[in-house]
């Protein structure tokens, strides 16, 4: 079998490279390489992607052995249907280590056909640090590296280097544009790059909060053998991807006129604000996972799939999506209902094992962002209880107790966390430790012990145990 290359592909055609991507992950690469992809099939953008390793160590010198090529599988389920399907990304032109060829990382700043930059190197990538006085080798941080390249453009064509910027963090961290920019603009100073440079930046590098959303898994492990006999390559970088994709980016509108996802068929949405994107993805997909996760665990269950093919489960599921979380959101409601029926897809991907033990991480911190704002609204709003998200929350603290008939649940959470409920529970008295965890400040940002109709349901609640 052939190994994966432009020699034994062949007639891949040869592109500018429009595009500077911090971050080899497998994330970028099913997601927005893969879009880009299909940008250049599609429509008339022609460009390739120059990837930078943002650290030492990575995977820099397996997609550079196979020409930056690779494929992508996506497999899931849309609107009921299976889909499995295969793509050669062909978008990648390679990538470059910093830490090895700096000076070759800098003059990716000469090139003219530059226009893009995209990045996804963790929530703490994007970071300043004051020590970091490297500015003639390489910076430590990823926002640093992108200020000396920026600087270097500047320099090379005298202050005024030909048209815009366009910077689209995916990092998963609220206001990652801003956040970023910010960065960029601490750096300027520390390192005293001067007042024009500093006015570029601000005039000609625009920066857009994002909000990204799709399920990659990566390497097919388990089955790359039967993958590769299929594509007829040894394609050993492989990413493995859901189908469902979404793209929100926020700020100016020329991009629209630069990236036409649209006519490419792509799932991007560009706004003024993507707030509420992020509260929709946020409440309904977050917000199911974690709410499901303690009834579904305490009645048996492992997998979301699972949970979602079982008729009772899946009465439970759609009732709290539907009938509790999506009237609490000020979103128009056909919208939000065709976001949850692909939210219920996605749960119920065969090819995706999605364990409700890993969604159980640090539940408490979760409930209280995705699940408790709906709980709170609702009882607000209609003056009585959503009765499925607060039987979620009793769960939630049935499941914190840390067992439950005889056997051992093994939480994932911080020690004080564990500790609080451990201390809650040793009267072994569900008012007395329904009491206690609502009262609980530090835990949900407020008492709420102080609202009576959810304190009512659930004392109620366990009466009935």
């Given amino acids: 079998m052939k190994r994966l290359s432009r020699t034994t592909v062949g007639d891949i055609p040869k592109r500018p490279v429009r595009v500077v991507q911090f971050g080899e992950g497998n994330f970028l690469r099913g997601f927005v390489d893969w879009m880009v992809d299909i940008l250049n099939e599609k429509t008339s953008f022609n460009g390739n992607i120059q990837i930078v390793q943002p650290l030492p160590q990575g995977m820099g010198d397996a997609i550079n052995s196979q020409d930056g090529l690779y494929h992508v599988l996506l497999e899931g389920v849309e609107k009921g249907n299976k889909v499995q399907t295969t793509r050669l990304i062909t978008s990648v032109e390679g990538v470059l280590n910093p830490y090895i060829n700096y000076k070759d990382f800098l003059r990716m700043g000469e090139n003219p056909e530059m226009e893009f930059i995209v990045s996804n190197t963790t929530e703490a990538g994007i970071t300043f640090d004051h020590e970091d006085h490297n500015f003639d080798g390489v910076p430590k941080t ?230 408790l704002p709906s709980l709170l609204v609702y009882i607000e709003t209609y003056e009585k209880v959503p009765e499925g998200l607060a039987d979620s929350f009793y769960h939630l603290m049935l499941f914190y107790k840390g067992e439950f008939k005889n056997r051992k649940i093994p939480l994932r959470d911080d020690m004080g966390t564990i500790s609080f409920f451990k201390s809650a529970w040793q009267s072994n008295n569900l008012s007395t430790a329904i009491d206690m965890v609502l009262s609980n400040e530090s835990l949900w940002g407020s008492n709420l012990k102080e609202n009576a109709l959810l304190l009512a349901f659930l004392k109620v609640r366990a009466q009935n145990t």
């Fill in 142 to 371: 990823f926002p640093g590296k992108l200020t000396a390249l920026l600087h270097h453009r500047f320099c090379f064509f005298g202050g005024n280097p030909p048209g815009a910027i366009y910077v689209l963090p995916c990092e998963l961290i609220e206001a990652n544009g801003e956040t970023l920019r910010e960065c960029v603009i601490n750096y300027a100073a520390l390192w005293s790059l001067g007042e024009s440079f500093t006015t570029w930046l601000q005039k000609s590098v625009i920066f857009y909060n994002t909000l990204v959303d799709r399920i990659v898994t990566g390497f097919p492990k388990n089955t790359i053998s039967e993958t590769q006999n299929r594509l007829g390559f040894v394609d050993q970088l492989v990413v493995k991807s859901e189908p469902f994709h979404l793209w929100v980016i926020e700020g100016p509108s020329q991009i629209e006129h630069k990236l036409h996802f649209s006519k490419a068929g792509l799932n991007v949405a560009f706004t003024k604000d993507l707030s509420p994107y992020r509260t929709r993805k946020v409440r309904i997909l977050n917000g199911a996972h974690t709410a499901m996760v303690p009834i579904a665990y305490l009645n048996g269950f492992s997998e979301v799939r699972d949970v979602v093919e079982d008729e009772e489960m899946g009465e439970f599921l759609n009732h709290i999506i539907f009938k509790e979380i999506i009237p609490t959101l000020d979103m128009p409601e056909k919208e939000l209902k065709s976001y949850a029926e692909e939210v219920l897809d996605r749960f119920r991907n065969p090819f995706i094992k999605h364990l409700l033990m890993d969604i159980s991480l640090n539940s408490i911190s979760k409930f209280k962002v995705r699940v």
